[in-house]
């Protein structure tokens, strides 16, 4: 047999041998697709919650994205809205006056019938706040020489003694009193 004759021949065998198995390749896929469906394991609503509740590395570092961008979207607001607010409910104030060693205490109490300030200026005696207004905010305006003072503000018979503008803090008998320098550096009185 010639090397031609060979080539022709054994393509020949081949087409034909493919061709009667061609059959076979038909529908293949959906065979091999039916197979497997029913080889899938089963997974109960445990199981799905488990996952659900537990993601991949993947799906936790997108979670872990979006609250980032969450906090980040809160931050910018907060910083925004906090010269806006200048006084919150709770939230006591001491600034000192212009003029001389007048400490200007505030309070904003909404719905309180009384606020009083306490402190080492006053040996502890209740000095009451005024509300003139009727707004919330509660003020009194105290002569002090300078020094440091600790005090507290009492608001209908509680005890509220951090000042988030105070000095600094202490602890005194189990409750917390504000501390704060008048005419001494650093405060401008």
Do not use: C
Not at 122 to 139: A, M, Q, V
Not at 157 to 186: C, H, I, K, M, T
């Amino acid at each position: 047999m010639r090397e031609d004759n060979l080539e022709e021949t054994l393509k020949n065998v081949l087409q034909r041998e493919v061709s009667d198995e061609a059959f076979h390749i038909e529908g293949l896929e959906e065979r091999i697709v039916t197979e497997l469906a029913g080889q899938l394991p089963k997974s109960s609503p445990l199981e799905a919650l488990k996952r659900l509740l537990a993601p991949t590395r993947g799906a936790r570092l997108g979670q872990l994205a979006v609250i980032g961008a969450t906090a980040a979207v809160f931050l910018v607001l907060g910083a925004f809205l906090a010269g806006r607010v200048p006084f919150l409910e709770g939230n006591p104030r001491v600034a000192v006056t212009p003029s001389g060693n007048e400490v200007l205490f505030i309070m904003p109490a909404i719905g309180a019938q009384s606020v009083t300030v306490v402190g080492s200026f006053n040996d502890w005696e209740s000095t009451p706040l005024s509300d003139e207004n009727g707004d919330g905010i509660w003020t009194k305006s105290i002569s002090l020489p300078p020094g440091r003072y600790e005090y507290a503000f009492v608001i209908d018979g509680r005890w509220w003694g951090q000042d988030p503008l105070a000095d600094e803090y202490v602890r005194s008998f189990g409750e917390y009193n504000s501390v704060r320098y008048v005419g001494l550096a650093g405060d401008g009185a």
